[in-house]
């Protein structure tokens, strides 16, 4: 029965998950390795890896940054409205991407709210924004029960002695919420090179310029007709996946020790 | 714990609600007023909705993410029970490969099935633009979430409820029906309304392998995005908006009986 | 911390070291050298979704002239409607290159484009191609005619009209042919209702995902470009075309935006379409060449069909477009409207 129980489970896992992803790793590499890196690095390629990896490190500080301030405003006061806020907080997990991207059409395109005084889309503002909406919950939601469980009680005793509130975060709450913070990152991270949805709507799209991976892979395959080329530029991006699995499996440990 | 009361330092005040004003500036900047501008566009298009591809898109989108949610919560419970409670070589890989979903691009997601399951499928499996093809590529993106829902509460799981129930002589089938899975009930709904909530809005995975036909197996989201290729962007709103609302109900209910 | 400004550090070490290529896939390699070298301006063409193959030898060749010398491009490919509704809400462009003149006209309206863009020999239009059938290998369903494409059963591809400029192509073709010219509008249309109401099922947006639909296997015939449908068998898919007896005569603008910041080497560029040299690169990518001579030495590359309906024979592309395709009230756009949405 146990035996019958874990086949099963494998088998859905192997059939779902690994055969097809072996699937592509051997298309990519049928050719040798050679063809794979020419394809991938080509100026397209690369400029489109340099963006994708751009957005990510604007990405990560502004959501650490402001994650760690939605985080302690929720964990630490208590106000009218916070209901709300936290419900805030959870909403972009149940928003379409696709929805995200009309969204901000709507508000910062030339006929949005804003007139299109601020120009965000179609360059680069734009799909830092797209892609800071997708991954906001991470950090904050990674953060917020840590700070819950810790207390107040070392930051009291840390003001007691005179510490400022700015030594009291520094020395004594960012240490204990690191790898919670460390987590939110590595989710981020994942889940901004993954962006496809938002950017198809607010990307400008041009190759070598306002290409992100995700939408290499995508033109690449439609507009080019050059499947191996998509191929290898989602192994770059299953590449990547894999570090931040290890990254993820490596903090999960952290985390429960 | 302090023994002495000891006096304390000015927490709130105006410092602590910079924060909470800062917060407030950001969520609202980043997410609800865009969001807003997309519920005020729809005001005027509410008709968009009645045109029969739209209905059926959401239609289809609904009633698929349905059915891959109750996949999933069998699935998703297997897959759970045989990592809480199966031990063989290899447990903690093919624990991290169930993350894969989180972590790999949507889009890479849709490429990889279409190899399998496309027209230059090895084996000669073609699902291109069937219903079939999307429920498979929503399996996929869905994966994690039951089971990373049911995991924890399984290893919490009162073994000793289980072990009397066995020496009053009750089968495997029934200690599971009747002791375990009552108390995952919270936690399986949690998972698939996550489940349901990732697969209504789901595009990269299902863009290539789908087809997108109109009325046949073209999904809501996909929806969306054409009528803003077509300028349609009041048609879009209303449709964004009552995929939304689809959403916020379900996860609403949900939330209330997984408490 | 640390774990976090380690990550945060490597990832922004990654994207700075990464920085390297801002150019595009073609006219890379030697030529990012040569622009390295102070050479030249970087030309930014948005263009419709099927012209790449054609760039793709027109801007190698160009980089050969003196005055191409060194110029790089960044290139983007997308709906011919899309595309142009992009530049007018602010996406950045040196040189545009639509499927029809609609898509240029915005850019006029916009203030984007000189009025004076198509006053030259050759209207503003470099190249172009015709209305074509393309079926799979054999033609097993032996579709030639557009009254073949109303047999029952049959499944006809072709892009959605409010997103695509092949799709006007397509669907003005047999209109031409059934309303003569335009002289009996009812008959043209009903055909249309007929081949939209009853034989199109997908929508796909632009006439290079019509293509790569029609060959993951949708449908039954697809209606595209003469060059597209060589492109395709060019790389060995399992198609082939016929040019109906009775087609159109497309023909591709291209213009340089007002506020580019590198007039002159787009002028150059464009100026460049029109030579012997660059004609010859078009046709060599499968579009039928302006130039009556480059024309006449590949004639056997393009056939002539027995009648070949033009815009102009229609009234021009302001009163189709108004006519037909205006979305909610063109006849056209109300057709398809009704039976796909």
């Given at each position: 029965m146990r035996l019958a129980l874990r086949t099963a489970a494998l088998g859905y896992l192997g059939v779902l998950v690994l055969v097809p992803l072996a699937m592509i790793l051997f298309r990519t590499f049928e050719d040798g390795f050679v063809a794979f890196v020419e394809s991938v690095t080509t100026p397209a390629a690369i400029s489109a890896i340099s963006l994708s990896l751009t957005i990510v490190a604007i990405v990560v500080p502004l959501n650490v940054v402001f994650g760690l301030v939605t985080a302690l405003a929720l964990a630490r006061r208590e106000f009218p409205g916070k209901g709300i806020l936290q419900a805030v907080v959870d909403l972009p997990f149940a928003v379409s991407p696709v929805i995200v991207g009309v969204a901000l059409i709507l508000f910062?395109?030339?006929?949005g709210w804003l007139g299109?005084?601020?120009?965000?889309?179609?360059?680069l503002p734009g799909m830092v924004l797209a892609t800071v909406f997708v991954t906001l919950p991470f950090v904050v939601r990674e953060v917020e029960p840590v700070l819950r469980e810790i207390g107040t009680d070392q930051e009291e005793a840390a003001a007691t002695l005179g510490a400022s509130r700015w030594q009291t975060f520094w020395r004594i709450t960012l240490p204990a919420i690191r790898v919670g913070v460390a987590y939110g990152v590595v989710l981020t991270v994942a889940r901004s090179l993954g962006e496809f949805g938002a950017l198809t709507v607010?990307?400008?799209?041009?190759?070598?310029?306002?290409?992100?991976l995700t939408l290499l892979v995508h033109a690449r395959y439609i507009?080019?007709?050059?499947t191996f080329g998509a191929y290898a530029a989602s192994t770059v991006l299953m590449g990547l996946a894999l570090v931040t699995l290890v990254l993820m499996t490596l903090l999960e440990r952290r985390r429960k020790a | 714990m302090a023994v002495v009361a000891l006096p304390r330092r000015a927490n709130p005040g105006s410092g602590g609600l910079v924060g909470v004003g800062v917060a407030t500036l950001w969520l609202s900047v980043v997410v609800l007023l865009p969001l807003a501008a997309v519920l005020v566009k729809s005001i005027g298009s509410?008709?968009?909705?009645?045109a029969p591809a739209a209905r059926y898109a959401l239609l289809l989108t609904v009633g698929i993410s349905a059915v891959v949610a109750l996949i999933n919560v069998v699935t998703g419970t297997l897959i759970a029970w045989v990592l809480v409670r199966d031990e063989f070589p290899g447990k903690a890989l093919v624990n991290a490969i169930v993350d894969i979903p989180f972590a790999l691009p949507t889009i890479v997601a849709s490429i990889v099935l279409l190899s399998l399951y496309?027209?230059?499928?090895p084996i000669g499996l073609d699902l291109y633009a069937t219903k079939p093809a999307l429920v498979l590529a929503l399996l996929f993106v869905t994966l994690p979430f039951v089971i990373r829902s049911v995991q924890p509460v399984l290893m919490e799981v009162d073994r000793e409820a289980e072990e009397a129930a066995a020496s009053l002589g009750a089968g495997g089938w029934t200690i599971f029906r009747r002791v375990i899975l009552p108390a995952l009930y919270p936690a399986l709904l949690g998972g698939a309304g996550l489940a349901f909530a990732r697969a209504l809005g789901e595009f990269g995975s299902v863009v290539l392998i789908g087809g997108?036909?109109?009325?046949?197996?073209?999904v809501a989201s996909q929806y969306i995005a054409k009528q803003i290729e077509i300028d349609r962007p009041g048609s879009a709103a209303a449709v964004s908006v009552a995929l939304l609302a689809i959403s916020f109900l379900v996860l609403f209910v949900l939330r209330r009986f997984s408490k | 911390m640390r774990s976090t400004t380690a990550l945060a550090a490597a990832v922004l070490a990654l994207a700075v070291a990464a920085c390297?290529?801002?150019?595009?896939?073609?006219?890379?390699g030697s030529e990012n050298a040569a622009a390295a070298s102070g050479g030249g301006s970087k030309l930014s063409l948005v263009a419709y979704a099927v012209p790449k193959v054609g760039f793709d030898r027109a801007i190698p060749a160009f980089n050969a002239t003196p005055e191409g010398q060194g110029v790089t491009f960044s290139q983007s490919y997308g709906a011919s409607g899309d595309q142009s509704r992009k530049v007018e809400a602010g996406?950045?462009?040196d040189v545009v290159n639509f499927s029809v003149e609609p898509d240029i006209t915005r850019l006029v309206k916009a203030g984007?484009?000189?009025?004076?863009?198509?006053?030259n020999e050759h209207k503003g239009v470099p190249f172009g191609s015709v209305v074509t059938i393309v079926t799979r290998k054999g033609n097993p369903e032996n579709i030639?005619?557009?009254?073949?494409?109303?047999?029952?059963?049959i499944e006809v591809v072709t892009p959605n009209p409010f997103s695509s400029g092949s799709a006007k192509w397509n669907l003005l073709a047999p209109y031409a042919d059934k309303s003569n010219g335009g002289q009996n509008p009812e008959a043209g249309l009903s055909y249309l209702e007929k081949l939209i109401g009853e034989h199109i099922k997908v929508q796909p947006k632009s006439g290079r995902e019509a293509t790569e639909t029609f060959l993951q296997g949708t449908g039954d015939v697809l209606l595209s470009y003469e060059n597209e449908a060589l492109f395709a068998e060019r790389n060995g898919e399992d198609v082939e075309h016929t040019n109906p007896p009775v087609t159109f005569k497309i023909e591709n603008p291209v213009a340089v935006l007002k506020?580019?910041?590198?007039k002159e080497t787009a002028q150059a560029f464009v100026d460049f379409l029109y030579t012997k040299e660059g004609q010859t690169q078009w046709a060599e990518a499968g579009f039928r060449p302006v130039d009556p001579e480059v024309a006449a030495q590949f004639a056997s590359d393009f056939p002539e069909p027995e009648k070949l309906w033009t815009v102009a024979d229609l009234g021009g592309w302001d009163k189709v477009n108004e006519e037909?395709?205006?979305?909610?009230?063109?006849s056209v756009a109300k057709i398809y409207d009704e039976a796909t949405s």
């Open positions: 910062w395109g030339n006929d299109g005084a601020v120009p965000v889309i179609f360059s607010v990307a400008g799209g041009v190759a070598g310029e306002s290409q992100t507009d080019d007709h050059n | 509410w008709d968009a909705i009645t496309g027209p230059r499928s997108g036909i109109p009325r046949d197996t073209e | 390297g290529g801002a150019s595009d896939e073609v006219g890379g996406l950045e462009a984007l484009v000189d009025e004076s863009w198509n006053q030639k005619t557009w009254d073949d494409l109303l047999k029952p059963g506020d580019s910041k590198n037909l395709f205006e979305p909610e009230t063109g």
